[in-house]
């Protein structure tokens, strides 16, 4: 009986070494994965597995890259099916993370990105919403899905252009949300209209904190 027991502990510590070594496998994934800048000729990228973690920071990285190479390519690019399949593969990734992390607001931020890249408007907007609703001050994610909602704007269903609405309410409370609104109110005359609407809602000291944002961006002369 005795040594019974001895095999069973031995068999279990066995069991546990490989779980750790295959935890630590896969958390060391984003590390040993080929840099995002070849993703730009995406054949090199046709075998990479963008493989991540249990850690939220092993999902964060593998997103980083991912959002990188998904708005990296050109429209042009698009037509490739090895682009394409870059993609879709980042896209898939980011539902993989989502599904078990329905809380990941970057994640489903990246979701987004690769699902518009890939012309799924529906997916598009419905993967941007969920973003805004799960991080809705996270600041520097707030940043990056204006950008992507402004870039696509024509594609923004009527409850995604009200999250974005309500993204740009956040930033115009920050300074450097201030300094990006500014800069797109001075380059864009379409997100004027829009971004006024907003900031005139806000307490006097934030518009006024708008307007000298605004001045410093316009052009000198």
Known sequence: MVKQRKWIAMFCCLLMALASGYGLWRELA??????????LVADNFADEEF???????SKTLVMRDCYRIVLGYHDFDLVDDAVRNVIAICGERAA????????????WLVRAAASVRL?????????????QLTGPNEMWIALLRTNLAETHLSK?????????NADLT????????????????????????????IVEKMPQDRQRAFLNSVRKSLPEG
Not at 173 to 185: E, F, M, N, P, T
């Open 30 to 39: 984003p590390f040993t994965a080929k840099p995002y800048e070849q993703a």
């Open 51 to 57: 493989g991540f973690g249990l850690s939220s920071y």
């Open 96 to 107: 993989r993370i989502v599904a078990v992390t329905p809380t990941d607001s970057f994640a």
């Open 119 to 131: 012309k799924q408007q529906d997916e598009f907007n419905a993967a941007l919403q969920k973003s």
């Open 156 to 164: 923004l269903s009527a409850e995604s252009v009200r999250a974005e």
């Open 170 to 197: 956040l930033l115009a409370s920050s300074w450097k949300g201030v300094q990006l609104i500014a800069k797109r109110y001075v380059s864009d005359p379409d997100f004027r209209v829009r971004i006024t609407a």
